[in-house]
Every structure is written in C-alpha cells, then in structure tokens.
C-alpha cells in the first residue's frame, strides 16, 4: 500500500500522505518553450534557443523548482521544491514525485501514453532501520 497519493486539478496536484491532505504541487499555467520550458516572451519566442539541445523535442515540466540555495526561503509556500530538495537526502520523498508524473499522464500529458516506457521498483534493506528503493527505466522509441 502506497502511503502518499496525488490527484490532479486544472493548475495543481494535490498530495496526501496516509490519507491526509499535505499541500500541493502548482502547475506551470504560463506559456512555455516546449524544448527548454522556459517561459516564453510577449511575442510568444524562447528567449533561450542558445541553450536548445538538438537531442530534446519536448521537455515537460510539473512547476517551477527552487534549488538548494533559495530552498529555505520558500519551503513553507513551496510544496514541490520541498519535495525535491527531500528526495535528494530520502529516497521516500521519490514517491509523492513519482506518482505527480503518473496524475500528469494520466491527465494533462496525454501523448506520453503513447511512449513504450518500463518502469520497475525495489525496496532494498540498506540496513537494520533503512529501505532504498531503486529504479529501473527502460524507454523504446516508436518508429
């Protein structure tokens, strides 16, 4: 049984833990560049084309995250950030982020049905009081 859950709404995923509401996740809602995801400008062009991979089609992106340095400043009002910034020292914090992914699929992404992607994972003792999960992802592309 899972202990965290995710559900999405039109501009955020909400997210419980055993059964208890804990806050939400807010959606990027402004335009965006599909490659980099960056916020587009007035007249609707990625001001960062420099920075475009040839290797990205389309990047999609759950909201804004604020990286370990400005973390503290907005972890009370930012519930994703958070999450992410945990997940980096606790491998449990993964799991309210893993299924965010899924609610989006399922909902707003709906195009990444259509990908072959194999998910698979593991709870491995990593000691008397520790569990790691591991994760294993194989994609094949469509022809």
Same mark, same amino acid.
């Given at each position: ?8 709404? =039109? ?7 055993? +059964?208890?509401f804990?806050?939400?996740? %807010?959606?990027i ?7 980099c995801?960056?916020?587009?400008d007035?007249e609707?062009?990625? /001001? =960062?084309?420099? &920075?475009?991979?040839?290797? /990205? /089609? %389309?990047?999609?992106?759950? +909201? ?9 400043? &907005? ?6 950030? %958070? ?5 980096? $020292?606790? /491998? ?6 893993? $299924? ?7 909902? =707003?992404?709906?195009?990444l ?15 008397? &009081? ?14």
């Open positions: 049984m899972l202990n965290w859950s995710a559900s999405y709404h =039109r501009n955020k995923i909400d997210i419980g833990h055993k +059964g208890y804990k806050g939400n996740y %807010k959606l809602t402004d335009p965006a560049c599909e490659i995801s960056y916020p587009l007035s609707g062009s990625c /001001v =960062r084309t420099d &920075t475009h991979s040839k290797y /990205v /089609v %389309k990047t999609y992106t759950i +909201g804004l995250y604020h990286d370990t340095s400005s973390y503290h400043a &907005t972890s009370q009002s930012d519930f994703l950030s %958070k999450h992410i910034y945990n997940a980096k $020292l606790y /491998v449990h914090q993964a799991e309210p982020l893993g $299924l965010a992914i899924a609610e989006l699929i399922k909902n =707003r992404d709906k195009d049905q259509k990908s072959d992607i194999l998910a698979r994972y593991l709870s491995t003792p990593i000691s008397s &009081t520790m569990t790691q999960t591991h994760k294993s992802l194989s994609i094949k592309r469509r022809k």
